[in-house]
Structures are given as C-alpha cells and as structure tokens.
C-alpha cells in the first residue's frame, strides 16, 4: 500500500528557513507528480510546490505565485522522496504541509489536489512575526 510520511515541520521566526521532507513507499513512483500541498486554518488546501516526470531531465519543477523565489522543491527518484525547501518564511506561510502524489495529473492540472491519489498526514509549519 502506498505510503508518504513527512518530516521537517516546526516553529521559526519570519525571515527564517525550514526543509520539509517526504518518503514516499509502496509503489514506484518515478512517474507521478510529487508535490505539496498546504492548509491554513479556515482556509482550503492550496497548491505548494510539485515534480512532474521528464523523459529528458529527471523532473519538472513548478511552483506557486505565493512561493516563487522563496521555496525550492527537489525530488530524487531513486529513493523515492520529495523535499521542499523554505527561505525567507513569512506569517502567512503558516499551515498544515501536505505531501502529495498523483498519477493522473497532466500539464494543466498538475496544481489541482483533486488529481492527487495519495496524501501524507501532514506537517505543521508555524512562521511567527
């Protein structure tokens, strides 16, 4: 059974850093989009970051508006995790982190978490002012 499990959450001040990681197991999952996802408190899930399959390079890497310049996401097949690195945090970076998979998504929906199948439990990042 497909499983991610993250790790990396915490509490930093406005302007810090924080590294998110995700493990992904159960299945192969060179092909699927990995990514994150992010919920704020009364707010819906929004799309983060994510690694789309490439037959020339090892991923694509796209990025949300919000986080551009600020976050960078890497994936390495080979062992099956996606990392999502945070500089120059803002208050409004707060929320519950989702990593995520999917393996229906395409080109114009890879930001849509309805294409995601799989979902880790989440982790807390609180980004104080």
């Known amino acids: 059974q497909a499983q991610l499990v993250e790790s990396g959450g915490g509490l930093v001040q406005a302007g810090g850093s924080l590294r998110l990681s995700c493990a992904a197991s159960?299945?192969?999952?060179?092909?699927?989009?990995l990514g994150w996802f992010r919920q704020a408190p009364g707010k819906e899930r929004e799309f983060v970051a994510t690694?789309?399959?490439?037959?020339?390079?090892?991923?694509?890497?796209h990025y949300a508006d919000s986080v551009k310049g600020r976050f960078t996401i890497s994936r390495d097949n080979a062992r099956s995790t996606v990392s999502l690195q945070m500089n120059s945090l803002k208050p409004e970076d707060t929320a519950v982190y989702y990593c995520a998979a999917s393996s229906t998504y395409s080109n114009g929906n890879y930001d849509s978490s309805e294409k995601y199948d799989y979902w880790g439990q989440g982790t807390q990042v609180t980004v104080s002012s």
């Open positions: 159960g299945r192969t999952f060179t092909t699927y989009a």
């Open positions: 690694t789309t399959w490439s037959k020339v390079f090892t991923y694509y890497a």
